[in-house]
Each structure stands twice: as structure tokens, then as C-alpha cells.
DNA sequence: TGGTAGTACCTTGTGTTACAAGGTACTAGG
DNA sequence: CCTAGTACCTTGTAACACAAGGTACTACCA
């Protein structure tokens, strides 16, 4: 409510391209979550774990990313991300709907 | 659920650019909820009235947007919205929150 | 041995919101 | 006066991000 709408509608617009950019990530290499949530960081994306968690059991359960536990030396095993090949093909398609979104948009903000 | 989950999260990634598009429309020149629909549409982000009206409605009472009635000739009178300075403020911000994201997202689909 | 810190996984509850569907009411033309 | 076109709005539903809380593994050290 009140008037942090600001940093409200800051945060919707992030969310759309959430899982998106997730995917993005993990298409440059396999990852898991700490990692992910890093990389998202540095790029402006904010995320959660609570967040994070069940948007990759969602990708998980839709075709789109599988995962490899790997032992770790400082801490519990980690599910290394990575896309399959329908997950590859999905990526694909919404790089294109990301560039003609951007292109609308660009053309709206001048 | 099952195979529509490209085209859904298609609308997933419009959907938190939504508000933003629809201040920027607004911005060009006083319009009524048609026209901005019709407009919408010419960008790639399909919109229906069911989320245009509440839309509207939320941006007016947080002091975004404003309107003046004005009798239509074929049809029942229209609202016409214009951006509120504060409106104008809030969506100077938002652009350059959308330069960021952007740019940040182009930077990973290379 | 057992206590603390760090890391990693996951779940539950809440609020917001887009959308589908349905509803009211005004104008104009036949 | 009845139909078509236009414009407004509401209700119910499902999806989803996030906050908060929980479990469990490793390593270090007293």
C-alpha cells in the first residue's frame, strides 16, 4: 500500500522477466541456486531464496532444466542446474519475444 | 499446466511491464480505456479490459493518473486519463529502472 | 564430544494481480 | 422500442513473489 509504489512497480517489472533471466543463467553454464542468486544480483534482478526454490522446481517439473547433485567441501551437496533441450528451445523463443517486447517498448520511451 | 507453458510465460514477462506501458501511453496524450487497449495492442502486449479498469483504478488512487469525463458521440460518455505531475515523476523513475533492466538483459542474451 | 557458524535445501502463509466471465447503462438507427 | 455498438465496472480464480521459518550437512575448535 502506502508509498513505497515506487519501489512496488520497480520490483513488477522485474518479476516478469524473472524466470526468463533464470533461465538465462543457467544456459551460460550449469549453476545452483547460491550462484544463480549472485549472478542475479550483479545484473539488478533481486531475488530470494524463498522465491528461488519453487521457480526451479516449477522449470524442473515443465521439461525445461534438470539437475545433478555434487558433493561440496564447505557445506551439503548442491543440485547443479542445467537447461535441457526442450528448455534450450523455450530460451530461444523467448529471447525473441524478449527482443520484440524491448523493441515496442523502446519505441514507446522516446 | 501442461503445453501452453511458452505462450504463458510470454504473457508472464508482459505482464510486469503492463503498468509501466500503460503510463507511457498515457503520457503521449490524454486517451480514454478503448484507445489505450487499441494501442496496447499495436505493441505486442495484448491487454483485455477485466485488467485494464482495476488497473486504472489502482494507478488514480495512488495519485498517478487523473481523468475528466467527456461526452463521446456514439456511445456513452468516456474518461480520459492524464498523468498527474506525481505521475510524471514516477514515470521518469520507471524509465530509467526499465534502461537498467534492459541493458542488464542484453547483456546476457549475447 | 558437543557446540557454533556457514551453507544448502525446502515449505507454508499472505498479498497482489492478470484474466475470464458476466453485468449495467448510454447512444444511434431502423 | 428494439437491436447493435460502445463504455464503464465487478466478481471469482489461479498464479506467483516474497517473508519467515524449518531441516540437515560440513567444518572448526574447545
Redesign the interface.
Given at each position: 500500500m502506502h508509498e513505497e509504489?515506487?519501489e512496488q512497480?520497480?520490483s513488477?517489472?522485474?518479476?516478469?522477466?524473472l524466470?526468463?533471466?533464470i533461465l538465462?543463467?543457467i544456459s551460460?553454464d550449469r549453476t545452483y541456486s547460491t550462484d544463480i542468486l549472485k549472478k542475479l544480483k550483479e545484473?539488478?534482478?533481486l531475488v530470494v531464496e524463498g522465491t528461488l526454490y519453487p521457480l526451479l522446481s516449477r522449470l524442473k517439473s515443465?521439461g525445461l532444466v534438470e539437475y545433478d547433485w555434487e558433493e561440496s567441501k564447505s557445506g551439503p551437496p548442491r543440485k547443479y542446474y542445467a537447461l535441457t533441450k526442450k528448455g534450450k528451445e523455450?530460451l530461444a523463443?523467448?529471447?525473441k519475444?524478449?527482443k520484440?517486447?524491448?523493441a515496442?517498448?523502446?519505441?514507446?520511451?522516446d
Open positions: 509504489s515506487l512497480k520497480r513488477q517489472m522485474r518479476k516478469g522477466l524466470e526468463f533471466c538465462l543463467v551460460e545484473t539488478d534482478l515443465q523455450t523463443e523467448l529471447k519475444t524478449w520484440g517486447l524491448s515496442s517498448i523502446s519505441s514507446l520511451t
